[in-house]
């Protein structure tokens, strides 16, 4: 499967991408815990169906000492035992987030009251970008049909 566009090879979305990989870059020098930022950026991609970013977030996570049980039960976090309370809020606001058609509403203010008890602003600041980054990254990749299963830990740093 080939993508439709090659994003890195267009001057236009070059010039785009080197601004926007910047901003990635900000994030994940956030005092936002690491671990949080790839289990968020994991469970934004499962909802969006985003193949390429699930796989890249999956090998990150993993190469950063991430357990292969708690990858495999993002997508079920809810009846999981093995994520704190702190990360549970944040999988919570990431899918409230993400799901702003269905959540009809946004990000309810139980959920952001639940991720204020752990997060302090600078943090929720960094998760609340680094959600509506992921949602970003994951719809140029859905519409260029970017495939999945070829990506190499620290490619894109």
């Known amino acids: 499967?080939?993508?439709r566009l090659n994003y890195f090879a267009d001057p236009t979305a070059g010039k785009a991408f080197k601004h926007f990989l910047s901003a990635g870059k900000i994030l994940k020098e956030s005092?936002?815990?690491?671990a949080t930022q790839e289990l968020v950026e994991l469970r934004v991609s499962q909802i969006?169906?985003?193949a390429?970013?699930?796989?890249?977030?999956?090998?990150?996570?993993?190469a950063a000492g991430e357990?292969?049980?708690r990858l495999h039960l993002v997508s079920?976090?809810?009846?999981?035992t093995v994520f704190t309370e702190a990360e549970r809020a944040a999988l919570e606001l990431a899918e409230e987030g993400t799901r702003v058609a269905d959540?009809?509403?946004?990000?309810?203010?139980?959920?952001?009251?639940?991720?204020?008890?752990?997060?302090?602003?600078?943090?929720?600041?960094?998760l609340v970008v680094l959600v509506a980054f992921m949602n970003t990254v994951n719809r140029l990749n859905i519409?260029?049909?970017?495939?999945?299963?070829?990506?190499?830990v620290g490619q894109f740093h």
């Open 143 to 152: 519409i260029a049909q970017q495939p999945a299963g070829d990506y190499e």
């Open 76 to 80: 079920a976090w809810r009846e999981a």
């Open 48 to 50: 969006n169906g985003c």
């Open 52 to 62: 390429v970013c699930i796989d890249m977030h999956t090998k990150e996570a993993a």
């Open 1 to 3: 499967m080939d993508a």
């Open 103 to 126: 959540a009809a509403g946004g990000v309810s203010d139980e959920v952001w009251a639940r991720a204020a008890e752990h997060y302090d602003e600078e943090q929720l600041t960094a």
């Open 31 to 34: 005092s936002l815990p690491a």
């Open 67 to 69: 357990s292969a049980v």
